[in-house]
């Protein structure tokens, strides 16, 4: 596989999580600025919120997971050398991808049953398994990328870009 068309496909995905945190982001503004200065709510804004949120979480989780910015503890990585950590680093997202697996798999089922149950906003009475379903789509994402990011490691580790590499001096 073409590894541009790849990296294409990681980017498309971070910038899809960065598109929901801008969106969470004005719909809190947004809202607080209507009932401030005009007394006005957005019906369902805070249902819409909270479900916007958990979406935001589970795309987040998929940006963050190949590129291994998420938080980490180095003690002992820093102190071993490049076969070991490479090791480490294949073991943790062998764990991290058993881990986003089963959970795919529950918010899956998550999904259909709230469908099922017709659950609804409650204001506007929308429903809800959309927003979950969106959610989902971040989680089976988080899946495909480390899938991506195992195959990596084990076979072609020049195409994984370390945390601080990716970070630029500033001058």
Same mark, same amino acid.
């Given at each position: 596989?073409?590894?541009?068309?790849?990296?294409?496909?990681? $980017? %498309?995905?971070? #910038? !899809?999580?960065?598109?929901?945190?801008?969106?969470?982001?004005?719909?809190?503004? *947004? %809202?607080?600025?209507?009932?401030?200065?005009?007394? *006005?709510? *957005?019906? $369902?804004?805070? $249902?819409?919120?909270?479900? /916007?949120?958990?979406? +935001?979480?589970? #795309?987040?989780?998929?940006? +963050?997971?190949?590129?291994?910015?998420?938080?980490?503890?180095?003690?002992?990585?820093?102190?071993?050398?490049?076969? #070991?950590?490479? *090791?480490?680093?294949?073991?943790?997202?062998?764990?991290? /991808?058993?881990? !986003?697996?089963?959970?795919?798999?529950? /918010?899956?089922?998550?999904?259909?049953?709230?469908? !099922?149950?017709?659950?609804? +906003?409650? $204001?506007?009475?929308?429903?809800?398994?959309?927003?979950?379903?969106?959610?989902?789509?971040?989680? !089976?994402?988080?899946?495909?990328l480390m899938a991506v990011r195992t195959y990596r490691l084990i076979f072609h580790p020049e195409l994984i870009k370390r945390p601080d590499a990716l970070a630029k001096p500033i001058e």
């Amino acid at each position: 596989m073409n590894p541009r068309i790849m990296d294409r496909f990681i $980017d %498309s995905i971070e #910038w !899809v999580a960065a598109i929901f945190v801008g969106v969470v982001a004005a719909d809190v503004f *947004i %809202s607080i600025m209507l009932r401030y200065f005009f007394g *006005i709510s *957005i019906p $369902d804004s805070y $249902d819409f919120g909270q479900l /916007l949120l958990g979406i +935001t979480i589970f #795309w987040g989780i998929a940006a +963050t997971s190949y590129r291994g910015t998420h938080i980490t503890v180095d003690l002992l990585y820093a102190n071993i050398g490049p076969f #070991w950590q490479r *090791i480490m680093d294949v073991f943790a997202t062998l764990v991290l /991808l058993f881990v !986003v697996v089963v959970q795919t798999y529950t /918010l899956f089922d998550k999904v259909v049953s709230t469908r !099922v149950d017709n659950v609804q +906003t409650f $204001d506007l009475r929308l429903p809800v398994w959309p927003f979950f379903a969106l959610a989902w789509i971040g989680d !089976v994402a988080a899946v495909l990328l480390m899938a991506v990011r195992t195959y990596r490691l084990i076979f072609h580790p020049e195409l994984i870009k370390r945390p601080d590499a990716l970070a630029k001096p500033i001058e």
